[in-house]
């Protein structure tokens, strides 16, 4: 029998095949077992702040408007675990004293949240601020101005 040179490439190819075949069944269970899977712990929502919320930056004059008060962290992400008392103060900055109305100046938070009615009865900027009174751990405050009866919403 007289071996050609393309039977020995062949030969060569198929031994070769076999040979890496043989190698990667003997890693891969290896290196599989060696791989550790770690899901991703949720991150604890820790409130650092109060803030205050309302649409846009103008209301109508005598038009009551709902504020909402929220226990955020660093990102803004709601800390449902908060039920804190927190107080507000409206300041005008356009007069001695505020011609605008809250609805409440002390608030429960429930799961991090509390909404408050708030109406302007005269064209002023008024300064509203939340502070923390009581509750798991203390909040810096928040502060929000309103502009009212400048431009409606």
């Given at each position: 029998?007289?071996?050609?040179?393309?039977?020995?490439?062949?030969?060569?190819?198929?031994?070769?095949?076999?040979?890496?075949?043989?190698?990667?069944?003997?890693?891969?269970?290896r290196?599989?077992s060696?791989?550790?899977?770690?899901?991703?712990?949720p991150?604890?929502i820790?409130?650092t702040?109060?803030?205050?919320?309302?649409?846009?930056?103008?209301?109508?004059q005598?038009?009551t408007v709902?504020?909402?008060?929220?226990?955020?962290?660093n990102?803004?992400?709601?800390?449902?675990?908060?039920?804190?008392?927190?107080?507000?103060?409206a300041t005008s900055?356009?007069?001695?004293?505020t011609?605008?109305?809250?609805?409440?100046?002390?608030?429960?938070?429930?799961?991090?949240?509390?909404?408050?009615?708030?109406?302007?009865?005269?064209?002023?900027?008024?300064?509203?601020?939340?502070?923390?009174?009581?509750?798991?751990?203390?909040?810096?405050p928040?502060?929000?101005?309103?502009?009212?009866?400048?431009?409606g919403?």
């Amino acid at each position: 029998m007289k071996l050609n040179s393309i039977y020995v490439r062949k030969a060569q190819r198929i031994f070769s095949v076999v040979v890496l075949i043989v190698i990667v069944a003997t890693i891969v269970p290896r290196l599989s077992s060696e791989i550790e899977v770690q899901v991703p712990t949720p991150k604890e929502i820790e409130a650092t702040k109060l803030m205050i919320f309302h649409e846009g930056y103008n209301i109508e004059q005598d038009r009551t408007v709902e504020l909402t008060i929220r226990a955020v962290d660093n990102d803004g992400t709601i800390d449902t675990s908060r039920n804190d008392t927190v107080e507000l103060n409206a300041t005008s900055l356009s007069y001695l004293t505020t011609r605008s109305e809250l609805g409440a100046t002390m608030l429960n938070l429930q799961n991090g949240t509390a909404t408050v009615s708030f109406t302007g009865h005269a064209q002023e900027m008024v300064k509203i601020t939340a502070s923390w009174k009581s509750g798991k751990s203390e909040l810096r405050p928040g502060m929000r101005t309103i502009h009212v009866g400048i431009g409606g919403e």
